[in-house]
């Protein structure tokens, strides 16, 4: 019997148990002959690295010092993966390399899967690949690039292009797709947060799919999963606290989920657009569903930027739904981007006045500055947005890196230093500690 081995790698923080490996895994068990099985060495190198952070984080009655110690495992982390990353550059071995290999290789796998699914995974990746010599290695997710496909045996798309992999080819109308993703295999008490947090996915991609300034849909078809199938998944995990990672969800789709989810009573959070569609009403009977957190696409606070992101909405739809869920009781986190091609100064403080304004209904800021991303709207027609030219660096593990020049407005240098000249007026905006834009799983199952 073929043995395949589904494998997370560092380095992100390990707040939750990886969706991606878990819901192949669950198909593949409905599917496949193979022996299944499945490892998150994201978290095992984080055990290893940073346990007095795992400690604190999943004991919250010693949280009086969270903004600092928080800071600290940031700052502390972000020099662990950046000095780890300059060891793989360097053709060398990253930290904690062998103990992690040796958790591949003794379950003796045939074919080993990686999910990657953000670029700092590249790396850890780029040395699996290069060490594994006598076992089959398979990548995928959304942060491949073009330099992991030529270490790796096999490059695949999803789930069903792994299962004709290893099984060769199956027929599509014998295939079992009511999948259940199956939390229960995972050590849910080791991860960074005082209770477990399941990432819930609740349809295909996002509904929308119209943001310039986005790539994530990727000319996916818009399908939504089988509320049962969500109800079992719900049930199986045993759990109370719930991330819905859609990218957005319409309306309708919302009170099912709202309908699904009272009887269950359990938290949730989820990430939205202000809408006008989202009045009171709404708002109040998604709170009373379980709804705790919502993380607000705002991205601007001027009409002229949110139209050329197409972002289909207005700063009456900012305020009304920012207003009315600061009503029904739900928290509010904004995110918010700054140095949009062609973004002037004035309009920077556009934004910067709405949050301002509306600051009773917002509990906590998420700030960004705008990067130009492969596949996107402004990427691939940069003249419609200001854009003068694209610089591509080369780099060794990483697909290019992608900077550029704009005919007008504010660069992105320009941008930084503004939100940084108004750090102060966003933090004190802010409610609850800045350092949980880091842990969004720490508002969802702490603060009540």
């Known amino acids: 019997m073929k043995k395949l081995l589904l494998v997370y790698l560092p380095f992100c923080t390990p707040a939750s148990p990886p969706y991606s490996i878990t819901n192949m895994y669950s198909f593949l068990k409905n599917n496949s002959s193979a022996e299944i099985d499945i490892l998150d060495l994201n978290l095992e190198f984080h055990k290893l690295k940073f346990s ?120 599509h109308d014998a295939l079992n797709f009511n999948t259940v993703p199956d939390f229960s295999i995972y050590d849910l008490g080791s991860y960074f947060t005082p209770s477990p947090v399941i990432p819930l996915k609740t349809s295909s991609t996002c509904y929308y799919q119209q943001c310039t300034f986005c790539s994530h849909y990727s000319k996916v078809p818009y399908i939504e999963s089988s509320l049962d199938l969500i109800k079992e998944t719900i049930l199986k995990s045993k759990q109370r606290y719930f991330f819905l990672i859609d990218d957005m969800i319409p309306k309708k789709r919302l009170l099912d989920l709202a309908r699904l989810f009272t009887p269950l009573k359990i938290k949730w959070s989820c990430q939205l657009k202000p809408s006008k569609q989202l009045d009171l009403k709404t708002l109040k009977i998604l709170k009373d569903s379980g709804l705790d957190l919502i993380i607000w696409g705002l991205e601007s606070g001027n009409q002229r930027i949110l139209d ?136 969802l199952c702490v603060v009540e």
């Open 308 to 443: 050329l992101m197409k972002k289909g909405t207005s700063i009456e739809d900012i305020t009304s739904s920012l207003t009315n869920s600061h009503e029904a009781g739900i928290k509010n986190t904004v995110y918010v981007m700054f140095g949009f091609p062609t973004e002037t100064q004035e309009e920077f403080k556009d934004t910067r006045d709405l949050l301002v304004k509306n600051e009773k209904c917002i509990d906590l800021i998420s700030v960004s500055i705008f990067g130009l991303q492969k596949g996107t709207p402004v990427y691939n027609n940069p003249k419609l947005f200001g854009i003068t030219k694209i610089i591509e660096e080369e780099r060794t593990v990483l697909e290019p890196r992608i900077t550029y020049e704009v005919s007008k407005g504010l660069s992105q240098k320009q941008a930084t230093k503004l939100k940084n000249n108004h750090k102060k007026t966003f933090d004190r905006i802010n409610k609850y500690p800045q350092a949980m834009n880091f842990f969004r799983e720490h508002m």
């Open 52 to 171: 007095k952070y795992q400690k604190y984080f999943q004991n919250s009655e010693s949280w009086k010092d969270y903004e600092e110690v928080s800071k600290e495992y940031h700052r502390d982390t972000h020099k662990v993966y950046s000095e780890n990353n300059k060891l793989v550059v360097a053709n060398k071995k990253p930290e904690f390399f062998d103990e992690l290999l040796d958790k591949i290789t003794s379950r003796k796998p045939d074919t080993v899967a990686f999910s990657i699914v953000y670029s700092s995974q590249a790396f850890f990746v780029a040395s699996m690949l290069k060490e594994l010599k006598n076992v089959t290695t398979v990548i995928g997710g959304p942060a491949i690039n073009s330099k992991l496909k030529k270490l790796a045996d096999k490059t695949l798309n999803n789930e069903l292009e792994l299962l004709n992999f290893i099984e060769g080819n199956v027929e």
